[in-house]
């Protein structure tokens, strides 16, 4: 799988109200921007062999996984619901 696609990917299911604005790579990283509910943008940086090895290896892509969710977590402004 296609490093972009898998951050898309693993971004929209951690964090639907999160989107990839940009992804911006070099020989060693990803820059990853997202951009959530608050209109905050956030980036994170993301080393190239973890994210080739997420496409192949489970922990590997739950590394991942949580390095955005914290980064998604950033932008998302939770609302309050009136439940108490």
């Known amino acids: 799988m296609d490093p972009r696609t898998l951050i898309e990917d693993l971004v929209q299911k951690i964090a639907p109200n999160t989107t ?18 608050s209109g ?22 739950a590394r991942i996984a949580a390095t955005l969710k914290r980064c998604a977590d950033d932008v998302d402004a939770r609302i309050p619901d009136a439940r108490g």
């Open 20 to 37: 990839v604005v940009g992804i911006a790579e070099d020989a060693e990283r990803f820059r990853v921007t997202v951009a959530g509910t």
């Open 40 to 61: 905050v943008l956030a980036d994170c940086e993301l080393p190239r062999d973890a994210v080739e090895s997420a496409a192949r290896w489970g922990a590997a892509r």
